[in-house]
C-alpha cells in the first residue's frame, strides 16, 4: 500500500508539489484506496463454498500493487517502449492490476474445474456490496508458447470454455515472444474505505506450479535487464544474461512438456473415479460403492444413508402397495436424505471431493425418488419440478457428467418440455468423449436411442397438426431420418442396459427394434428407399429383434414391431404370428396400458379376426 501521505493527512499540498511525478503519486494512492480491503474480501470469498477456489488450488497468491511499481508501469505505458507504442494520456484509471490474485494449479487440467467454481463464486453474491461487481469481466487473455500446436488443444479449449459461457467479445488467445503462459482475468471488485465501497480493477491469474516457478525465475531476470540498462560498463553482464534467456527458453520447452506429460500421469489416477461413476444400479450408479470410498464419513452415518436409499428402492419395487402409499414414503425417504446429509457437513470436516461427491449422492438420489413419484402420479404434484430443479443444480455443479444431463434430459420429457429435452440430449451426444466414461458404459447405447424416441414422438407431432404435404412433410421426413441416424450409434454401441429400465429386452434389441419403427414410419410416410433405408435393411433389422431366435420376440413392443414389417412386407404368415404374440403379451401384463400399447393391441386383433374371416 502506499506510503506517501495524502493532502487529508499533510492539511493541503505545497505548490512545488504540482510537478508531473508528484500528481502521478496522488492520482496513484487516490487509485488504491479500499484496495487492501478488497484483497481480504477475496481471500475470504475464494475460500467460500464447498469446494472453494482455494480448496481445488495449489495454492492462491494475492497483492495490492506497489504505489512506486504503479508509477513505473505509468510511466512505461506513457513513453512506450520498444514493442509497444507510448499512451500519452495514461493514468492510473487505467492500471487493471492495482489488485492481483494468482491462482496456482498443480496440473493443467484443474484449470477447468477451478475456472467453473471461481466462475460461480464471482456469480453467486450480486448485491451492491458484493466482492465482485456484476458482469465485469472486461478481458480474458490466455497467454501461450504454442497456441496452435499445443498437443492437448489447451488454449482452445479454455477459449471455448469462456465462449460457452458468453465471453466470446472479451476473450483472446495471445503468445508472447517471452514464452510466457498464464491465464489473465481482468475483472472488477469492491473495496471499502472509510464507510463506501470503491470498485477496483483486479487481475486473477491462473497458471501451473511449474509455470509459476518459470514465471518467477523470467521476471527476476527481466528486473535484472532493468537494473543494468544506463549503467556504465556492463556490457559482459548483458551478454551473461542473453545466454541466460537462451537458457530460460529450453528450460520453458522443457517445462511445457513435463506439465503435458504430468497431466496424462494425472488422468490415470483419475480413472479410478469415473470407473466408480460408471459402475451404475437402480439407485444412481452403486451408491454404496460411492459411499464407502468417502472414508472420511464416519461409517455409521455411511450405512444410515445406504439404508435410506434401499428403502427407498425397496418402495418402488413394492407393486401390492397401493400408489399414495409408496408416494408418501419415499417422500419422507428424500426428506430423510436430506437431513442425513445436512448432519454429516455439519458434524464432520470432509475432503473437498468428499464433499462434493457426497452432495451428488443425496441429490442425485433425492432426484431420481421424484421423477419417479412424478411417474407413479402420472405428473400430477410438484415431484417432477422437484426433480428437474435437483438435476438443474447438479449439472452446474457437475457439468461433465454425462449421467446427470441424461437423467436431466429425461425428466425434462417427462414433464414435457420435449424441446429441451432433445437439446440436451443432443448436447450430451456430442459430449459423450469429454466423460472419460468405459467404452461400454450404457449411456453411450440409451443416450442416442432416447434422442431418436424424442424425436420420432416431435416428427408424429408435427404431421398430427398438418396435411402430410410441402415444407411441413419433409420436416417430418428429416426429423425421423435423424431419429434413424442417432439410434444407429445406439445400435452399434454394443454395451450394457440402463439400470433404471424396467424393460425386459436389452438396449441393443431396443436400438433395433426403434430403427426398425422408425424405418417402416419413414417409408409410410412416403420416403424414399435407399441404402440403409429399404426392404433388405427391414428384413436384417427383424432378426435383431428375434425372428428366428429360440426366445422369439421378448417383449409386446418388439412382436408389434415385427407385424407391422410383416405388413409392409406383405407376409401374412408371420403379420399373424406376430400379432397373436401381441396378444399372448397383453394377456399377460397387468400393468397400465398407453394409448401406443392399445393402438398396439387394436391392430393385432384386427389382423387375427381378419385370417379367421379368410379360413375356410
Known amino acids: 500500500m502506499a506510503k506517501t501521505p495524502t493532502a487529508e493527512d499533510s492539511g493541503g499540498l505545497p505548490e512545488a508539489l504540482q510537478s508531473v511525478d508528484d500528481q502521478l503519486q496522488l492520482e496513484v494512492v487516490e487509485a488504491l484506496r479500499g484496495a487492501d480491503n478488497l484483497r481480504e474480501r477475496l481471500q475470504h470469498a475464494l475460500q467460500s463454498g464447498a469446494p472453494s477456489v482455494s480448496e481445488l488450488a495449489y495454492a492462491i497468491k494475492s497483492r495490492v500493487k506497489e504505489d512506486y511499481k504503479a508509477i513505473e508501469k505509468i510511466r512505461d505505458r506513457r513513453f512506450g517502449s520498444r514493442n509497444r507504442d507510448p499512451k500519452p494520456a495514461y493514468c492510473a484509471m487505467d492500471l487493471t492490476d492495482l489488485v492481483g490474485v494468482r491462482i496456482v494449479t498443480l496440473y493443467r487440467l484443474d484449470v477447468f474445474e477451478i475456472l467453473e467454481v471461481l466462475l460461480e463464486t464471482i456469480e453467486r453474491d450480486q448485491s ?29 479449449r479454455v477459449c471455448a470454455f469462456f465462449d460457452s459461457r458468453g465471453f466470446s467479445d472479451v476473450t483472446r488467445i495471445e503468445e508472447k515472444p517471452s514464452n510466457y503462459t498464464s491465464i489473465h482475468i481482468v475483472i472488477r471488485g469492491r473495496g471499502k474505505y472509510r464507510d463506501e465501497y470503491r470498485e477496483i480493477p483486479v487481475e486473477i491469474q491462473i497458471r501451473t506450479a511449474l509455470e509459476d516457478v518459470w514465471g518467477q525465475i523470467e521476471h527476476s531476470l527481466k528486473y535484472k535487464r532493468r537494473t543494468l540498462s544506463g549503467s556504465g560498463g556492463e556490457a559482459v553482464e548483458h551478454s551473461r544474461i542473453a545466454t541466460t534467456l537462451s537458457h530460460l527458453g529450453a528450460l520453458k ?37 460411492r459411499l464407502a470410498s468417502l472414508t472420511d464419513i464416519p461409517q455409521n452415518l455411511r450405512s444410515e444413508l445406504a439404508l435410506l436409499v434401499d428403502k427407498s428402492n425397496l418402495t418402488l419395487s413394492k407393486m401390492d402397495r397401493s400408489v399414495s402409499f409408496r408416494v408418501r414414503k419415499l417422500r419422507e425417504i428424500s426428506t430423510s436424505i ?81 424441446t429441451k429435452s432433445i437439446e440436451k440430449f443432443r448436447y450430451l451426444i456430442d459430449h459423450l468423449d469429454d466423460d472419460p466414461l468405459p467404452t461400454d458404459h450404457w449411456i ?31 420436416r417430418s421426413l428429416a426429423m425421423i431420418s435423424e431419429a434413424i441416424r442417432v439410434t444407429e450409434f445406439a445400435f452399434l454401441a454394443n454395451v450394457g442396459d440402463d439400470p433404471l429400465s424396467e424393460s425386459d429386452t436389452s438396449e441393443k434389441v431396443r436400438a433395433a427394434n426403434n430403427i426398425l419403427y422408425y424405418l417402416l414410419e419413414y417409408l409410410s410416410w412416403g420416403g424414399r428407399p435407399k441404402a440403409g433405408l429399404d426392404d433388405s435393411r427391414v428384413r436384417e433389422l427383424l432378426l435383431n429383434i428375434g425372428e428366428g431366435s429360440d426366445r422369439g420376440f421378448l417383449s409386446l413392443a418388439t412382436a408389434e414391431t415385427a407385424r407391422r414389417a410383416y405388413a409392409f412386407l406383405k407376409d401374412a404368415d408371420r403379420e399373424l404370428a406376430a400379432a397373436e404374440c401381441v396378444m399372448r403379451f397383453a394377456a399377460s401384463d397387468r400393468t397400465p396400458r398407453s394409448m401406443l400399447v392399445r393402438d398396439a393391441i387394436r391392430a393385432a386383433e384386427r389382423v387375427i379376426v381378419e385370417a379367421r374371416r379368410k379360413k375356410p
Open 253 to 289: 520447452t522443457m517445462i511445457d512438456g513435463i506439465a503435458q506429460y504430468a497431466d496424462q500421469i494425472k488422468l490415470q489416477i483419475d480413472e479410478q473415479e469415473p470407473d466408480i461413476r460408471a459402475a451404475t444400479s437402480k439407485s444412481a450408479e452403486e451408491i454404496g460403492g
Open 338 to 418: 436430506s437431513e442425513k446429509y445436512e448432519e454429516i457437513i455439519s458434524s464432520n470436516q470432509l475432503k473437498p471431493r468428499s464433499l462434493r461427491e457426497l452432495k451428488y449422492i443425496c441429490e442425485m438420489h433425492r432426484a431420481l425418488i421424484h421423477y419417479q413419484i412424478g411417474n407413479l402420479t402420472y405428473r400430477e404434484g410438484d415431484d417432477l419440478r422437484i426433480a428437474l430443479e435437483l438435476y438443474s443444480s447438479l449439472e452446474k455443479l457437475f457439468p461433465r457428467r454425462s449421467i446427470v444431463i441424461y437423467r436431466l434430459a429425461k425428466a425434462l420429457a417427462s414433464a414435457g418440455a420435449r
Open 128 to 156: 451492491e456490496s458484493a466482492v465482485f461487481v456484476k458482469n465485469s469481466i472486461s478481458e480474458v487473455v490466455i497467454y501461450s508458447t504454442n497456441p496452435t500446436g499445443d498437443v492437448q488443444d489447451f488454449p482452445r
Open 444 to 474: 453411450r447405447s440409451a443416450a442416442p436411442r432416447m434422442l431418436g424416441v424424442l424425436l420420432w414422438e416431435e416428427a408424429i407431432s408435427i404431421r398430427s397438426a398438418m396435411t402430410p404435404v410441402g415444407s411441413e412433410n419433409r
